[in-house]
């Protein structure tokens, strides 16, 4: 069990550019989610997949983002024309659907900075 | 609508002292509930979970919490605290039940004191 790997890990970027950031969940598991979390705040969701589907999304996932996860196995969070407010700890996770607890296991996260 | 609340923004505990923090949720249904614990710089831990049962929950590090149905919430304790603890803890409400995505509070930090 090599657990969920987010990359990059940091980034700092210049207001107005494209980021994107990769998360690898853990194999078996089908669900996989997004979240943000600011300074001082609890995780907020942001979207999450079932396989390669896209079944849900925060009113917090403006159009400048988008979530892929082609194939079912790993996926892409993107965020175009970056702004100041963007700025924040991107969190992963995946779970399993069958036996399910719902315990979502989570990635160390990727640090983004828009200057 | 359902929520999560954690009135301590900030506690600090002598190590070697027992700790309780605190969470109150709002869920129309049974909820499952859950503490993680963040280091700085790192993901979330899962250190306990409840979705049915004993309302009496051990989870790793010695911790332990419980549901009270009566009063809306899932505190989360410890006997004594060691400085390894120092931490920010989050309460989460799983309201899909075990299918559904996790509202967290806004956390507790934890500091200990030598």
């Known amino acids: 069990d090599t657990g969920v790997s987010q990359n990059p890990r940091h980034k700092i970027t210049k207001r107005g550019q494209n980021v994107t950031f990769r998360c690898d969940p853990i194999?078996?598991?089908?669900?996989l989610y997004w979240y943000r979390q600011t300074l001082g705040q609890g995780p907020e969701f942001l979207t999450y997949?079932?396989?390669?589907?896209?079944?849900?999304k925060s009113r917090l996932l403006s159009d400048r983002f988008s979530a892929e996860r082609p194939k079912g196995s790993f996926s892409t969070l993107e965020i175009q024309r970056t702004e100041q407010g963007d700025s924040a700890m991107y969190l992963c996770?995946?779970?399993?659907?069958?036996?399910?607890?719902?315990?979502?296991?989570f990635g160390e996260g990727s640090r983004l900075t828009v200057l | 609508a359902q929520s999560v609340t954690q009135p301590d923004i900030h506690i600090t505990v002598s190590e070697g002292a027992s700790l309780e923090l605190r969470c109150n949720y709002s869920?129309?249904?049974?909820?499952?509930l859950f503490w993680y614990v963040q280091s700085p710089g790192q993901g979330l831990q899962l250190l306990l979970k409840?979705?049915?049962?004993?309302?009496l929950v051990q989870g790793i590090k010695g911790f332990e919490a419980e549901f009270k149905r009566s009063q809306s919430s899932f505190n989360l304790r410890k006997p004594s605290v060691h400085w390894s603890d120092a931490a920010e803890y989050f309460c989460a409400l799983n309201y899909g039940g075990s299918q559904g995505n996790l509202i967290f509070g806004k956390g507790t930090k934890l500091s200990v004191k030598p």
């Open positions: 194999s078996e598991h089908n669900r």
């Open positions: 409840y979705f049915s049962g004993d309302t």
């Open positions: 997949f079932q396989n390669e589907a896209q079944l849900e």
């Open positions: 996770a995946s779970s399993v659907i069958v036996g399910a607890t719902g315990e979502l296991f």
């Open positions: 869920y129309g249904a049974t909820p499952y």
